[in-house]
Each structure stands twice: as structure tokens, then as C-alpha cells.
């Protein structure tokens, strides 16, 4: 099938910057739409921002103006650059992709969304 795997999470201080991958693996065909997704402690996962494969992009107003989605699609790869952290972006961040594969019988191909294992970001003040 497909797997999507993060990067790049850890501790930063309040300020910092801090760069996010996300791989997509297996028998892909195509990738449509993928995002990033957080959830702190207590709360609902959110949407923080998205791309389309035709790389239009959008944002949680709350991350607006201080994080970068961008994508690689001859990698299967999506980046999330974070600036300007505050401890209020603490939490695990999933990356999701909506994927069409390859499978080995019928039908030939399916479409999936599948998640990531999350990468979290501590952000400290």
C-alpha cells in the first residue's frame, strides 16, 4: 500500500524554526492534495495548512504568515517550515495525503488518505 513517515520534529525555543518532511512511499500513481495536521494535548486535531498538487496552498489563520507549506512531487515529499514558533504550536504534527495506488488485483488502482506516525514539537518560552 502506501506509508506516509515524518520528520524533523523536536525542541525549540519560542522564536525558533523548525523544518518538517513527510515521505510518501509505496506503488503511488499519483498524489492529489496533501496537508498538515496538529494536535496538542487535550484538544481536536486541526488542519494547519494544505497543498494542492498544483501547488495552491492554505493556511490555519493561526500559523498564517509564519508557516510554509511547500511540496516535492517528483519526491512524494511535503515540507512544513515553521517560523516564528510560540508555545502555543506545541503538539504532534501528521501529515495526510490523499494517494492514488497501485494495487495488485482488482481494481487496479484505489485512492487512500492515509496518515503518518506524527513528529512532535515542543516549543518552549
Known amino acids: 500500500q502506501v506509508q506516509l513517515v515524518e520528520s524533523g520534529g523536536g525542541l525549540v525555543e519560542a522564536g525558533g524554526s523548525l523544518r518538517l518532511s513527510c515521505a510518501a512511499s509505496g506503488s503511488i500513481v499519483r498524489i492529489n492534495g496533501m496537508g498538515w495536521y496538529r494536535q496538542a494535548p487535550g484538544k481536536q486535531r486541526e488542519l494547519v495548512a494544505a497543498?494542492?498538487?498544483?501547488?495552491?496552498?492554505n493556511y490555519a489563520d493561526a500559523v498564517e504568515g509564519r508557516f510554509t507549506i511547500s511540496r516535492d512531487n517528483a519526491k512524494n515529499t511535503v515540507y512544513l517550515q515553521m517560523s516564528s514558533l510560540k508555545p502555543e504550536d506545541t503538539a504532534v504534527y501528521y501529515c495526510n495525503a490523499d494517494v492514488i495506488y497501485y494495487t495488485a488485483g482488482n481494481p487496479p488502482v484505489r485512492n487512500l488518505k492515509p496518515w503518518g506516525q506524527g513528529t512532535l514539537v515542543t516549543v518552549s518560552s
Open positions: 497543498v494542492t498538487s498544483g501547488g495552491s496552498t
